[in-house]
């Protein structure tokens, strides 16, 4: 388990000096290393490790215990008994995340199975609720027993450059959270430049984030590889400036088991392997779970098919 991130004083001299060329970090983006590399065994246990790093998610105003207890029955089985058995795989994913007040559904439904509950707070998804509401709603979370927090920052004060004043939001957000893990959703679809995406990591990750977050999932934009990208050069500069690792999670967008194995190659790519794991990497598409058991067990099929061909007759 990596250690939390600290966060440091806030020193704006760290990276307003730095600007992203947008044309750069998408080229940048299209060269990362194909998944087409990925087959066969290799490409199966790529996707279990997405599995074993998603975030089963249900955020829904219709939301009720029995559909929470549901997922999260799913959650500790994700694959399901025959795929896993074929796969020889027990996996679990990395967290089942919830609104507040089904927190205590979600805790009761996992207990012994080690999976975390996170919840989303801070007046998600819009983030524009007093600051001392979106405190009291991190406090009640954690009260309810949620071991990871996802908030949304006020966008305004990253559109307008106001550097000091969100990193002052999300500090008193990580202190909110007490021992919860923090994931700061930056929703960089309304952050119009890469730059700004870039200065909101960087400001997030000062502030204390465990994680930092592309989107809530209601932007117009959400996820994308060149917005990743920037977001883990971000990780890597505050890591060699502070020596202290923060995790991060794709959100939004990411629907099939390609953009799955797209993402891992492109964490391994920029963070290296460690980077691989639940404790710093989280998958915020619970659709593409589907696809993902789709493939594998095209994979298992496939497999026994070839075995079935070379048997003696």
């Known amino acids: 388990m990596a250690e939390r991130n600290q966060g440091m004083a806030f020193e704006p001299s760290l990276f307003l000096s730095r600007e992203i060329n947008r044309p750069a970090a998408g080229r940048a983006g299209a060269a990362i290393p194909s998944r087409r590399a990925l087959k066969g065994l290799h490409q199966a246990a790529w996707l279990v490790n997405a599995v074993r790093c998603l975030d089963l998610t249900t955020l829904a105003g219709d939301d009720t215990a029995g559909r929470v207890q549901r997922l999260c029955a799913k959650a500790r089985d994700p694959l399901g008994p025959d795929l896993s058995e074929a796969l020889g795989v027990a996996v679990t994913v990395g967290a089942v995340c919830v609104f507040p007040t089904m927190v205590p559904h979600a805790v009761k439904a996992l207990e012994g199975s080690g999976i975390p509950v996170a919840s989303v707070a801070t007046g998600f998804p819009a983030g524009l609720t007093p600051l001392p509401l979106r405190l009291a709603e ?7 027993g949620a071991a990871e927090i996802d908030i949304v920052i006020t966008r305004e004060l990253a559109l307008t450059g106001n550097w000091a004043a969100l990193y002052d939001e999300i500090a008193q957000m990580r202190a909110a959270c007490g021992a919860a893990h923090l994931k700061v959703i930056l929703a960089t679809g309304d952050l119009r430049s890469l730059t ?8 997030a990750m000062q502030a204390g984030a465990d994680f930092i977050k592309t989107s809530t999932g209601k932007e117009e934009a959400n996820a994308t590889l060149p917005v990743s990208l920037v977001m883990l050069r971000a990780i890597r500069d505050y890591q060699a400036q502070t020596g202290q690792i923060v995790g991060f999670k794709p959100a939004g967008g990411l629907r099939t088991a390609k953009d799955a194995l797209n993402w891992q190659v492109l964490m391994k790519e920029e963070l290296g392997l460690p980077w691989l794991r639940p404790d710093l990497f989280r998958i915020g598409a619970s659709s593409l779970l589907a696809d993902i058991e789709r493939q594998l067990s095209h994979y298992v099929t496939g497999r026994y098919a070839a075995f079935q061909h ?4």
């Open 138 to 144: 991190i406090r009640y979370a954690v009260d309810q």
């Open 196 to 203: 700004s995406v870039y200065h909101s990591s960087m400001v």
């Open 310 to 313: 070379h048997q003696p007759a």
